[in-house]
């Protein structure tokens, strides 16, 4: 243990728009990082209470705002690292610190003190001379304490303390169970032979993290986030399929020390109390009645209106899978979940002449970065990117890249964390470790973390044309975190309504088949040589293909997490059958298809259960009724245009939270979202 005046987290760093010196940063160092940090902002909040002049925007709102910068900072730093680096004594700290940051966060909800003096601002908001910015976070400010149980009485707030305790240890068990049980069931193949069909470049990262466990000679496919796998669609033998399947939907449900099943239940229960304690009826009422969505019932509306239709497109696309099957091979068998993925590899080159595992030569990692994402982002928006080897980042496989305005003005940082380890959580996701504001005078330093199997050293890293969408996707969100520009720290980055968040990365997905963009990146490593124009036709005669499962799995996960969301207490009270339920729920949307499973399965379900989308993973649906709607403005208006990008950028992405995002989509598309692009994206039309 050291004292703090050789702790890095509580002193400034050198390193450029305050990146934290993470070379010097050990775990020990964190919990008395915290504990300063907890100290120090109770007692800016203590200040701001006991202050007996009048409340005002300025001595309460603002006051507040400018509380907790070191907590922020600690905090940001230490999560990046949870999530892409959590060694077992990062996971160790992580388990200590949950409880301990939601009863610090409860401490400052819950003052009564400092309630009433924001209740009093707030009540006489219509005489104050305020900007927009400062109405709206006045608003939300009000409105969130009031929804973290500021006006409950004495013991209801005791119980509220205790249940958001208890949150706060499940979900981080929850998540620890899971990085734990993926990391066991990664699948070891013992020769080459059984993984007949993956690429060189996949066979040699299968090696590659076979001797990274001390399985020298052996092969290991490392499991994803979700239920299907990238190999799927490629190995040509069968029970090396099935093996991939099962051991990623038998996640946290085997039994073992790692099973997640009673976490699951405990979850769902102290939820439903929550939500009944600050007045809603469940944990889905008390989440939607703050998103754009406003009820758990316009999103069951939104998914049951879409659930037929997949369902009908995921039967007919199974029917000509089996055809397939019966055609070609000598003893045909039943679909099963495990073939689809390869069968419609083989549908797609019957039909179209495409296989679109053969296109990874095309998809070289660092030319899909510099000629895809950043270029894309250079032509609309004016913004370049240069590599700082220099600046060291946490691991050593994140790089950092400062990015600057089309004037040559500073922007912020951008980190990229492409591969997978066992010490990182599964899927891809944005973090920022610093966001943008002009009371505290900061820069954004975002983060994107993807999980592409790392090859062995000097081998390229060719991507599939998912990962290729999901960096994409996740630069989207990165674009958002770096262009938000706001006065108070609470608007900054991404911190927009979780149903409106994925919106932005979605749109950026747009340029994945821009031509210019696409003629850019999509270039044979070896030859260099573009895509063929035929190829490119191909894939865009098979942007639809597919779709039913697509939407089938989408939808089925999203309403998993809103049937688990949607108990009342005393339905989450009664002894629940974990798979029951969640088959129960799949046959009540229509989409109990066998071979179609849900994209997360409840047990692996980290959305929901330890990450921030609970009750709120519909959104990436709800934000793609924007996305597709803003997508055919950008057809309509000339496309990749420094003069679109300035008014997305302006309009939509600058504004961070500082404003209600729907009044930002109006104010940027002239009205409000129409549906029938996306149905028409998805082949949900007819």
């Given at each position: 243990m050291t004292d703090g005046s050789e702790n890095p987290l509580l002193t400034s760093t050198s390193l450029p728009y305050g990146l934290p010196d993470f070379p010097s940063i050990e775990p020990e160092h964190f919990l008395p990082a915290f504990a300063e940090a907890f100290a120090r902002q109770l007692a800016e909040v203590e200040e701001i209470a006991a202050n007996e002049s009048e409340p005002t925007f300025e001595n309460t709102l603002v006051a507040l705002e400018r509380s907790g910068d070191l907590l922020g900072r600690t905090a940001r730093t230490f999560y990046t690292l949870s999530s892409a680096d959590a060694t077992s004594a990062i996971q160790a700290v992580y388990e200590a610190l949950a409880p301990l940051m939601a009863a610090h966060s409860d401490a400052i909800s819950l003052n009564p003190r400092l309630y009433e003096r924001v209740r009093a601002v707030y009540e006489q908001r219509d005489d104050l001379e305020l900007t927009a910015e400062q109405q709206y976070l006045l608003e939300r400010k009000y409105t969130g304490m009031t929804r973290s149980g500021a006006g409950l009485n004495e013991a209801e707030k005791a119980r509220l303390t205790e249940l958001n305790k208890t949150l706060a240890s499940l979900t981080a068990r929850f998540e620890r169970n899971?990085?734990?049980?993926?990391?066991?069931?990664?699948?070891?193949?013992?020769?080459?032979?059984?993984?007949?069909?993956?690429?060189?470049?996949?066979?040699?990262?299968?090696?590659?993290?076979?001797?990274?466990?001390?399985?020298?000679?052996?092969?290991?496919?490392?499991l994803t986030l979700f239920t299907g796998h990238p190999a799927l669609s490629a190995l040509t033998r069968r029970d090396s399929r099935q093996r991939v399947m099962d051991a990623s939907r038998s996640r946290g449900q085997r039994g073992n020390e790692h099973d997640n099943t009673g976490v699951v239940r405990d979850i769902?229960?102290?939820?439903?109390?929550?939500?009944?304690?600050?007045?809603?009826?469940?944990?889905?009422e008390y989440v939607t009645s703050d998103q754009t969505a406003g009820s758990p019932g316009a999103v069951r509306d939104l998914l049951f209106r879409l659930a037929p239709a997949a369902a009908a497109n995921a039967a007919r696309e199974e029917e000509a899978l089996q055809g397939l099957i019966d055609r070609t091979e000598p003893s045909p068998f039943p679909l099963e979940a495990h073939d689809w993925a390869f069968y419609t590899n083989k549908v797609r080159?019957?039909?179209?002449?495409?296989?679109?595992?053969?296109?990874?030569?095309?998809?070289?990692?660092?030319?899909?970065?510099?000629?895809?994402?950043f270029r894309a982002a250079t032509e609309l928006y004016g913004i370049t990117f240069t590599e700082r080897t220099d600046i060291p980042a946490y691991h050593p496989d994140a790089r950092v890249f400062e990015v600057h305005n089309e004037?040559?003005?500073?922007?912020?940082?951008?980190?990229?964390?492409?591969?997978?380890?066992?010490?990182?959580?599964?899927?891809?996701?944005?973090?920022s470790i610093a966001t943008q504001s002009e009371l505290r005078g900061t820069a954004p330093i975002v983060v994107n973390n993807l999980n592409v199997p790392k090859p062995a050293a000097g081998t390229p890293t060719f991507l599939s044309l998912d990962e290729v969408t999901t960096l994409f996707h996740e630069f989207g969100h990165a674009l958002h975190g770096l262009f938000a520009v706001v006065t108070y720290p609470s608007f900054g980055g991404t911190a927009v309504y979780r149903d409106f968040v994925e919106f932005p990365s979605q749109v950026n997905e747009?340029?994945?088949?821009?031509?210019?963009?696409?003629?850019?990146?999509?270039?044979?490593?070896?030859?260099?040589?573009?895509?063929?124009?035929e190829v490119v036709q191909k894939l865009h005669a098979t942007?639809?293909?597919?779709?039913?499962?697509?939407?089938?799995?989408?939808?089925?996960?999203?309403?998993?997490?809103?049937?688990?969301?949607?108990?009342?207490?005393?339905?989450?009270?009664?002894?629940?059958?974990?798979?029951?339920?969640?088959?129960?729920a799949l046959a009540e949307i229509g989409l109990d298809r066998p071979t179609v499973p849900t994209r997360y399965s409840t047990t692996y379900?980290?959305?929901?259960?330890?990450?921030?989308?609970?009750?709120?993973?519909?959104?990436?649906?709800?934000?793609?009724?924007?996305?597709?709607?803003?997508?055919?403005?950008?057809?309509?208006?000339?496309?990749?245009?420094?003069?679109?990008?300035?008014?997305?950028?302006?309009?939509?992405?600058?504004?961070?939270?500082?404003?209600?995002?729907l009044a930002a989509y109006r104010d940027f598309r002239g009205r409000d979202a129409e549906i029938e692009p996306l149905l028409v994206r998805r082949g949900l039309d007819s």
């Open positions: 899971l990085l734990a049980d993926t990391n066991d069931l990664a699948v070891v193949f013992d020769s080459e032979e059984e993984l007949a069909g993956l690429s060189e470049g996949q066979i040699s990262a299968a090696a590659d993290a076979a001797r990274g466990r001390g399985l020298d000679g052996k092969y290991v496919l490392t769902v229960r102290a939820r439903a109390e929550r939500a009944r304690l600050l007045g809603f009826d469940s944990h889905a080159e019957a039909e179209y002449d495409l296989d679109t595992s053969a296109l990874r030569p095309w998809f070289e990692a660092e030319t899909v970065l510099t000629d895809g994402v004037n040559g003005s500073p922007l912020g940082l951008y980190i990229l964390d492409l591969y997978t380890r066992d010490t990182k959580k599964g899927g891809a996701w944005m973090n747009m340029w994945i088949y821009w031509p210019e963009i696409l003629a850019s990146y999509a270039r044979h490593h070896a030859t260099g040589e573009p895509l063929p124009a942007e639809k293909f597919n779709a039913g499962f697509e939407t089938s799995e989408y939808l089925a996960a999203a309403w998993l997490d809103q049937a688990w969301h949607r108990l009342t207490v005393e339905e989450a009270s009664e002894e629940i059958d974990v798979v029951k339920f969640e088959a129960n379900f980290a959305h929901v259960f330890s990450g921030g989308y609970s009750a709120g993973y519909y959104s990436y649906i709800w934000s793609e009724v924007l996305d597709a709607d803003t997508v055919e403005w950008f057809h309509q208006n000339g496309g990749l245009t420094r003069a679109n990008g300035d008014r997305f950028r302006t309009r939509l992405l600058g504004v961070g939270g500082s404003k209600d995002p």
